[in-house]
């Protein structure tokens, strides 16, 4: 059934990744790290120096998200997804160094796809208008490293049936090439 969820647990290992394929609808449970530009930076910075990231990379998925401030008595903020071509120069290396998933909106660029090939990793679309449904999945939310980056610190959220769509795979598909050849008028 194409409307089947596929659930996954984080971490995700490099051969769950290389299973998914463009279309798939995922719940994902587990750990999932935030991080958008600023915070991709500072870690791509790290790994040049030789030093560690701020949480083990190995099998673990990053949520490109600055989520909004918590309200009293809630676990998290609105929680949607940022455009994902802004982490495109970090990427690739995130990849390199273990992380098997992304999350985010929009397509991702031609290296991270060679990345995501050549390691085994997935780029997963949330849906951007959603963020208070997305935010009702997140169970816990820490930040953990780069406080001074307020909404874009490095967090690490616990959640549970995460909605998510493959949108491009780890063997090249891309949902945002199929769905419009899919539906392009000869």
């Known amino acids: 059934m194409p409307d089947e969820k596929k659930k996954i647990q984080t971490p995700l290992t490099r051969e769950a990744a290389r299973e998914l394929k463009a279309g798939d609808n995922v719940l994902i449970t587990g ?11 500072k870690m791509v910075d790290a790994l040049d120096k030789g030093e560690k990231l701020p949480f083990d990379p190995e099998g673990q998925i990053i949520y490109y998200v600055g989520p909004s401030p918590t309200k009293p008595g809630k676990i998290i903020g609105s929680a949607g997804p940022t455009s994902s071509y802004r982490m495109d120069a970090y990427s690739p290396r995130m990849i390199e160094v273990g992380i098997t998933g992304m999350i985010g909106k929009g397509e991702v660029g031609a290296g991270v796809v060679d990345a995501m090939k050549k390691h085994g990793a997935v780029y997963f679309a949330a849906v951007g208008g959603a963020a208070a449904l997305i935010a009702r999945s997140i169970k816990k939310a820490e930040v953990i490293a780069y ?32 769905g419009v050849a899919k539906y392009k008028k000869e």
């Not at 750990?31 to 930076?41: C, E, F, K, L, P």
């Open 31 to 41: 750990s999932v790290y935030t991080g958008r530009d600023a915070a991709h930076q």
């Open 147 to 178: 406080d001074d980056l307020g909404a874009e610190a490095v967090r690490r959220m616990e959640v549970e049936n995460f909605p998510a769509i493959v949108a491009q795979d780890a063997h090249g598909g891309n949902l945002y090439v199929e």
